[in-house]
């Protein structure tokens, strides 16, 4: 009994949250537009018999809190359209231009600048393979993700790879790591991303498969 009361707790409990969230957002929104849509239904005698089993003061605060809703998704997204369109690319391409004027803050604003570049580039093949690499010692593995490829006079060949940090992603370690020593884990980033911010404790089946190709004799 105390355990099944639990499990409906959890699953309550957070859609209560956020429905109640929800509602206090919507409130804040709205209501400083509230008092100006009642008189409009008002002097145009809309819904004043109430609609079905809505009363009329119900039918009024259901119709003015949508109807103010859908204008300011319409006006920011306008206003936001607009700016994008004929502003942003302006502003910041005079902004960008000012930081790389800059000594020692335009160096470090363009190494951010290529990191997102790679990241979010869809023509990049950047962090989109997944690997087990040796790493801190080649007696243990870390899930690591490839970044770029190097050869090596004419016959080494290195693969540079991206240890990310556990649970805090954005910290890590970059090492060089002959290619044969990798294992290619046959899992997507968003997968191997999710079993590293999870500390391990998220063992989905991608993971599972691909520690099957570790060798064993380490």
């Keep these: 009994m105390k355990q099944r009361f639990i499990t409906g707790l959890t ?6 949250i956020t429905a109640w969230i929800l509602l206090i957002l919507v409130h804040l929104c ?3 537009f509230l008092a100006l849509t009642h008189v409009a239904l008002a002097t145009f005698g809309l819904f004043e018999e109430g609609f079905w ?4 003061e119900q039918m009024v605060s259901l119709v003015s809190t949508t109807f103010i809703l859908i204008v300011l998704f319409a006006f ?3 206003i936001g359209f607009i700016t994008q369109k004929f502003f ?6 005079w902004f960008e231009k000012l930081l790389l004027r800059i000594p020692l803050l335009n160096k470090v604003y363009q190494a951010c600048h290529d990191f997102t570049n790679v990241i979010l580039s869809p023509k990049t093949s950047s962090f989109s393979q997944v690997v087990w690499a040796p790493f801190p010692t080649d007696k243990q593995r870390a899930l690591g993700l490839v970044t770029n490829e190097v050869t ?3 016959s080494q060949q290195l693969v540079s790879v991206v ?8 910290h890590g370690f970059l090492i060089l790591c002959p290619k044969e020593k990798l294992v290619f884990a046959p899992m997507g980033t968003d997968e191997g991303m999710k079993w590293i911010i999870s500390c391990g404790s998220s063992c989905n ?3 599972m498969r691909s520690t099957h190709a570790i060798p064993q004799n380490l």
């Design 11 to 16: 699953i309550i409990l957070p859609l209560a």
């Design 30 to 32: 709205t209501k400083p």
């Design 53 to 56: 089993i809505f009363s009329h």
């Design 76 to 78: 920011l997204f306008t």
């Design 88 to 93: 942003f690319h302006a502003v910041m391409h």
């Design 152 to 154: 090596l006079g004419t």
């Design 163 to 170: 240890i990310p940090g556990a649970p805090n992603p954005i």
């Design 205 to 207: 089946d991608a993971v």
